[in-house]
């Protein structure tokens, strides 16, 4: 299998002890717990560097660790009533409108079904379109959401790696999984869009990895993707070519959404993302014109069908267009010059060699003219179309129990002042931004599996 697929960055974060959480625990269960709350993150962040991790192993790292995160954000059901607030020690009344900040931050009442640990722990993440800099927030919400985010890039950067293989051949088990962790990708995006965004304590920030606009480039690229491994199936068993042209038709669309979501964010943040999308949506176009030639010439349409690979052929080569500038635009994510991949270099050969079989007919038995525009493509597959995969969000695990939860002493917590203290940061640039190292990931190449079916994939 020979498919392309550009991938941005994982987000980046920096390490988190939960040490300040230890002053309030007051049982060696509660101290444990923390402990494991460390590894499991630690586990967790390690196994997302790599792509090709088994999905069995990534999903219990992911498990164990939203399960142990789940407390830090909802209370546990049965555990006693929240405990009052802290008192300032004596020597330390809080004076002024700045020690009355603090001390209000510190007393503010806990919602219901929120934690009373929710919002002790500062979380740093970087964007996947800013580089290094980071975003901060005292949310183990934010904390929640940028884990699960990451878990959405390692299903992309898997199925990546799978559909890469150097193997000329791609076993049909190896193509379903491709295809399920694509639709389980963008499962997660939704979720995230739909579920979780509403739940931060601050509105996401525009362009930051939140923005509905970016959850939904996301979530759609990774649809049709997973629309790609469909259709490739679809050449590869030769079934009609009405039908392969409306799946192709489906596809292009979908890049389209996928590009016109970008449109209105900053340009130099989205420029190499978004012109991945149009050379996608433009390329299953041209395929689209191409398997439509095939099909009405199947109807003795010869004229129609050239008109068909004439539009194919203009696509193709301004989809070669797209290729040089895609490799030559700056920006977050794959590093690659499609026109050498060979996904890409089947496209033009493929239908310059059906455009001259209709014209060798059209010269020699059919003699139609030749229509000045294409007939309409066809949006409406009757079958083949990908759905989203649901995600279900992970259950607080079996270590919260109302003991452990009710044994964090609301009483030992540290007040705002002093948190704020301890987590000053020491990671800014000379600009006074705060940065963080990007994560070094294993390589997903892209460059590999030269397939030499005529969908660029062999399934088998």
């Given at each position: 299998m020979a498919h392309w697929f550009h991938r941005n960055p994982l987000k980046a974060t920096v390490p988190q002890t939960f040490d300040v959480l230890r002053s309030a625990a007051r049982t060696g269960e509660a101290n444990k717990l923390l402990t494991e709350l460390k590894l499991?993150?630690?586990?967790?962040?390690?196994?997302?560097?790599?792509?090709?991790?088994?999905?069995?192993?990534?999903?219990?790292?992911?498990?164990?660790y939203f399960s142990l995160l789940r407390g830090l954000i909802n209370s546990v059901p049965g555990a006693e009533a929240e405990q009052p607030a802290p008192k300032p020690k004596e020597g330390e009344q809080a004076e002024g409108a700045e020690g009355e900040e603090a001390a209000a931050a510190t007393a503010a009442p806990v919602p219901a079904g929120e934690s009373k640990l929710r919002k002790l722990l500062l979380f740093k993440w970087t964007d996947t379109l800013h580089g290094?800099?980071?975003?901060?927030?005292?949310?183990?919400?934010?904390?929640?959401?940028?884990?699960?985010?990451?878990?959405?890039?390692?299903?992309?950067?898997?199925?990546?790696?799978?559909?890469?293989?150097?193997?000329?051949?791609?076993?049909?088990?190896?193509?379903?999984?491709?295809?399920?962790?694509?639709?389980?990708?963008?499962?997660?995006?939704?979720?995230?869009e739909q579920s979780e965004v509403g739940k931060l304590q601050q509105p996401a920030a525009k362009t930051s990895d939140f923005d509905e606009r970016i959850l939904q480039a996301y979530n759609t690229q990774c649809l049709a993707e997973a629309q790609e491994v469909t259709l490739a199936r679809a050449m590869e068993l030769k079934?009609?070519?009405?039908?392969i042209s409306s799946l192709s038709a489906e596809t292009s669309k979908m890049f389209t959404v996928a590009a016109d979501t970008l449109n209105s964010l900053d340009q130099v943040l989205v420029a190499k993302w978004q012109r991945y999308f149009?050379?996608?949506?433009?390329?299953?176009?041209?395929?689209?014109?191409?398997?439509?030639?095939?099909?009405?010439?199947?109807?003795?349409?010869?004229?129609?069908?050239?008109?068909?690979?004439?539009?194919?052929?203009?696509l193709a080569i301004k989809a070669s267009q797209i290729c040089r500038e895609y490799a030559r635009t700056t920006g977050p994510g794959t590093s690659a010059k499609p026109a050498e991949h060979p996904f890409f270099q089947r496209l033009q050969p493929s239908v310059q060699s059906v455009l001259d079989k209709c014209e060798r007919e059209n010269g020699f038995i059919y003699f139609h003219k030749v229509p000045e525009e294409?007939?309409?493509?066809?949006?409406?597959?009757?079958?083949?179309?990908?759905?989203?995969?649901?995600?279900?969000?992970?259950?607080?695990?079996?270590?919260?129990?109302?003991?452990?939860?009710?044994?964090?002493?609301a009483n030992q917590f540290p007040d705002a002042r002093v948190l704020e203290a301890a987590e000053k940061d020491k990671t800014k640039s000379k600009e006074g931004k705060e940065e963080i190292a990007p994560v070094p990931e294993a390589n997903v190449s892209t460059e590999t599996?030269?397939?030499?079916?005529?969908?660029?994939c062999v399934i088998s």
């Open positions: 499991a993150r630690e586990k967790f962040l390690n196994y997302l560097r790599v792509p090709e991790k088994k999905i069995e192993d990534m999903q219990e790292a992911a498990s164990a290094k800099e980071a975003s901060s927030s005292k949310d183990a919400q934010f904390e929640y959401m940028s884990m699960l985010f990451n878990l959405g890039l390692w299903y992309t950067k898997h199925s990546a790696k799978m559909a890469s293989s150097e193997s000329v051949t791609l076993k049909l088990d190896d193509a379903k999984e491709v295809l399920t962790t694509l639709k389980t990708a963008a499962g997660i995006f939704q979720y995230i079934h009609k070519n009405s039908l149009t050379l996608k949506s433009i390329i299953y176009k041209s395929y689209a014109y191409s398997y439509l030639g095939l099909s009405v010439l199947e109807q003795d349409k010869c004229g129609e069908a050239i008109a068909c690979l004439r539009e194919s052929k203009a294409a007939p309409q493509l066809d949006y409406n597959a009757t079958h083949g179309l990908v759905k989203i995969e649901p995600f279900t969000p992970y259950a607080m695990g079996e270590a919260w129990t109302s003991k452990v939860y009710s044994s964090f002493d599996g030269y397939a030499k079916s005529q969908s660029g």
